[in-house]
């Protein structure tokens, strides 16, 4: 497999990483967190500042972090969709002019295309087809991974991701930002039986949606209900971490019913998981339990490539080049991509 150098600046992380053969010979990640906490989220002129304040140097660290040349690369690499567009274009632009000064080929890559490679970083030997669970902040999605860019959507949420739902409630308790990792930390804390909450109706299958879509903007709204009922009741101080730990056992229960339900149906033995929930210690005791109680095969990325990396953007890269995929010098950016159009990014 060819070793690639990444970039990935889809958001608020600033990524470069240099992949070889799946191994991850360096990762860089400096993430925004403490600049976009004072906002409660991600602003995007701000995050393109920081990216561009940062890159240049991130990818001389990278390279020597991989104690590897310029030369020794096969390719260069960037995200290109989808993601804040103005964040997106540091990163490309640094990595076409990368690919002319070198003369490496390019090769753009979908953001949602490296959270499903995350899981080869962990296990190499995972080979399509298999089902890949995408939780992240702006996605939640059930994705039938058929082979490298070919993918079928079975199931995708249709209002809140998994992620922002974690966030908004986040609020709600008035905990920091980003949310999910603070509810997991007081989930662990709590009891998930205290306040039972509603999983997402969803009408199966009408109006055109799949059977395995999700929908958390009603339990978001009855966290509200409960909060709102609790302050009305006078109980101070509000038992925080049981709600945390009822929010958090909801959504894991209801996204590992819809991703065993999806393996199931289709034959896929396997289930890959990826994007910043995949991080999520419910969702993680959840599915894993569920999947083996059904003989299916679960693979998590490590932690620290769950949330944006660009070792999963290079990972993904790495198989576009082998099999002749490159993309043109004149390629742009996108706010939005459908996964299945992932080939259009090539020549």
Known sequence: MATVLAIETSCDETAVAIVKNREVLSSIIVSQIPVHRQYGGVVPEVASRQHLETINDRIAQALKDADIGIAEIDGIAATCAP????????????????????????????????????????????????????????????????????????????????????????????????????????????????????????????????????????????????????????????PVNDIAASFQDTVARSLTRRAISCALDYGLSTIAVGGGVAANSGLRQHLQTAAESHNLRVIFPSLKFCTDNAAMIACAAADHLDRGHTSSLTLGVRSRLAITDVMQLYI
Do not use: M, W
């Open 83 to 238: 993601g804040l567009v103005g964040a997106l274009l540091v990163g490309l632009t640094a990595a076409k002019t990368l690919a002319i000064l070198h003369n490496k080929p390019l090769v753009g890559v979908h953001h949602l295309e490296g959270h499903i490679y995350a899981s080869y970083l962990s296990a190499p030997d995972l080979v399509p087809p298999f089902l890949c669970l995408l939780v992240s902040g702006g996605h939640t999605s059930l994705i039938y991974v058929k082979d490298c860019g070919k993918y079928e959507t079975l199931g995708e949420t249709r209002d809140d991701a998994a992620g922002e739902a974690f966030d908004k409630v986040a609020r709600l308790l008035q905990l920091g930002y980003p949310g999910g990792p603070e509810i997991d930390k007081l989930a662990l804390l709590g009891n998930p039986k205290v306040f039972p909450l509603p999983e997402g109706k969803i009408s199966l299958p009408s109006g055109g949606y799949h059977p395995y879509d999700s929908s958390f903007s009603g339990l978001k709204t009855a966290v509200l209900r409960l909060v709102q009922k609790l302050a009305r009741e006078g109980v101070e101080p509000l």
